[in-house]
T-cell receptor, first 117, second 111 residues
């Protein structure tokens, strides 16, 4: 069974640019969530999608957005990149719906490491 | 507000030593879940255990054991007879209304 696949694995952008990251969940998983991991802030929740709908959102500015497609694949976009956006962006999928439906056991991808110069 | 505290930033042990990773959490909910995840150098977080707030039974899985104590809001993780392959960053996480991860503890096991 294939795991969670994130592309690209590494990318370098400059300030002001925008970036799109992709996540393909485990087959059958309908919930996809995104996290930002930095040395200073640790793992921070960005947002969660289920059945193409955003179910929950973390405390990030509007420059961070995402979407989910009918096949459960998800993308996240960061516009007007800032130096502080340099991070490892992790995607996780699960079978369960949303935060309040139970304790999601998350299966994580290997992440996309974004460097903003 | 800090909901999950992993006070140990880094721990270094020699192979075969036992090591305990501490986790203290804070929540006002009566129903919540606690997790431990392992992040090896490859970057991919790996699920280790989930515990709900109503189940305080300790759990053992091979060399891994977990001690959940609601009275002290702690969910500690012990690795017995550590091995080099245990070297990783370990995260404790709490899910109540949202999912919060601790800052992680970097464990280095030296041969």
């Amino acid at each position: 069974k294939a795991g969670v696949t994130q592309t690209p694995r590494y990318l370098i952008k400059t300030r002001g640019q925008q970036v799109t990251l992709s996540c393909s969940p485990i087959s059958g998983h309908r919930s996809v969530s995104w996290y930002q991991q930095t040395p200073g802030q640790g793992l921070q929740f960005l947002f969660e999608y289920f059945s193409e709908t955003q179910r929950n959102k973390g405390n990030f500015p509007g420059r961070f957005s995402g979407r989910q497609f009918s096949n459960s694949r998800s993308e996240m976009n960061v516009s007007t990149l800032e130096l502080g956006d340099s991070a490892l962006y992790l995607c996780a999928s699960s079978t369960e719906q949303g935060w309040r439906a139970g304790a999601n056991v998350l299966t994580f991808g290997a992440g996309s490491r974004l460097t903003v110069l | 507000a800090q909901k999950v505290t992993q006070a140990q930033t880094e721990i270094s042990v020699v192979e075969k030593e036992d090591v305990t990773l501490d986790c203290v959490y804070e929540t006002r909910d009566t129903t919540y879940y606690l997790f431990w995840y392992k992040q090896p150098p490859s970057g991919e977080l790996v699920f280790l255990i989930r515990r709900n707030s109503f189940d305080e039974q300790n759990e053992i899985s091979g060399r891994y054991s977990w001690n959940f104590q609601k009275s002290t809001s702690s969910f500690n993780f012990t690795i017995t007879a550590s091995q080099v392959v245990d070297s990783a960053v370990y995260f404790c996480a709490l899910k109540d209304n949202d999912m919060r991860f601790g800052a992680g503890t970097r464990l280095t096991v030296k041969p």
